[in-house]
C-alpha cells in the first residue's frame, strides 16, 4: 500500500522559514495536500493541490510537490503556527495521510 | 456558514455498540462525499470512509472495512459511523470531514470522543 513519509519534528526560531517535507514514491505525479492541527483543535486545510491556499489561509503558507517529495514551506513563522502538520495524498481510491510532523517554534 | 456538527462524547463497554453523527448546514449536503477519520490518542489521522449522500456510494478504507458501517440520511443532512461491537482498541477522537470529489478534505467537523473501557 502507498506510504506517506514525514519527519517526526522540525524546530524553527520565530520570523525564520520553517519547511516540513513528506516523501512518497512518485508523489509529485499526484496532488499533495496539508492540514494543520492545534493542539487540542480539529484538523484545518492549509494547502490544497500541490501550491493553492484557502481562504482565510495566511500568505506564508505555500507548497510545492515534485519528484518524491512535496514540501509544506512557512516564511516567517510564528508562535501560532505551532502545531501538528498532515501531508495527503489520493491513491487507488483511498485517502492517504502522512505521520505527521510536529512543527516547534522556539 | 459550512458547519460540521458531531454528536457528543461517548462512554462504552467492550462489546457494545455505538452509532456517532455528524449533521451537514451551509451546503447542498447531497453534493459533497463525508466521511470520517480515526485519530486515537497521541496518534496521527488515518482515513476510514466516505459516502456520497447523493446515491450513498460508499468507499472504505480495507483497514476498517470489517470494524465499522458509515452511513447517511440525507432528509435530515446527516452521517453516520457504527459499530456492532466496541474494543478498547477503538477508543479515539472520531473526525466527520466534508470531501471535494474524494480526494481532500476540506470542513472538518470539531470531533466525537469515543472511549470503550470496562
Known amino acids: 500500500s502507498y506510504g506517506l513519509i514525514q519527519p517526526p519534528s522540525v524546530s524553527v526560531s520565530p520570523g525564520q522559514t520553517a519547511s516540513i517535507t513528506c516523501s512518497g514514491d512518485k508523489l509529485g505525479d499526484k496532488y499533495a495536500y496539508w492540514y494543520q492541527q492545534r493542539p487540542g483543535q480539529s484538523p484545518v486545510l492549509v494547502i490544497y493541490?500541490?501550491?493553492n491556499r484557502p481562504s482565510g489561509i495566511p500568505e506564508r503558507f505555500s507548497g510545492s510537490n515534485s519528484g518524491n517529495t512535496a514540501t509544506l514551506t512557512i516564511t516567517g513563522t510564528q508562535a501560532m503556527d505551532e502545531a501538528d502538520y498532515y501531508c495527503q495524498a489520493w491513491d487507488t481510491s483511498i485517502v492517504i495521510f502522512g505521520g505527521g510532523t510536529k512543527l516547534t517554534v522556539l | 456558514e459550512v458547519q460540521l456538527v458531531q454528536s457528543r462524547a461517548e462512554v462504552k463497554k467492550p462489546g457494545e455498540s455505538l452509532k456517532i453523527s455528524c449533521k451537514g448546514s451551509?451546503?447542498?449536503?447531497?453534493?459533497?462525499?463525508i466521511g470520517w477519520v480515526r485519530q486515537m490518542p497521541g496518534k496521527g489521522l488515518e482515513w476510514m470512509a466516505i459516502i456520497y449522500p447523493g446515491d450513498s456510494n460508499i468507499r472504505y478504507n480495507p483497514s476498517f472495512q470489517d470494524r465499522v458501517t458509515i452511513s447517511v440520511d440525507k432528509s435530515i443532512s446527516t452521517a453516520y459511523l457504527q459499530w456492532s461491537s466496541l474494543k478498547a482498541s477503538d477508543t479515539a477522537m472520531y473526525y466527520c470531514a466534508r470531501h471535494v470529489g474524494y480526494y481532500y478534505l476540506d470542513v472538518w467537523g470539531r470531533g466525537t470522543t469515543v472511549t470503550v473501557s470496562s
Open positions: 493541490q500541490n501550491t
Open positions: 451551509g451546503y447542498s449536503f447531497t453534493s459533497y462525499w
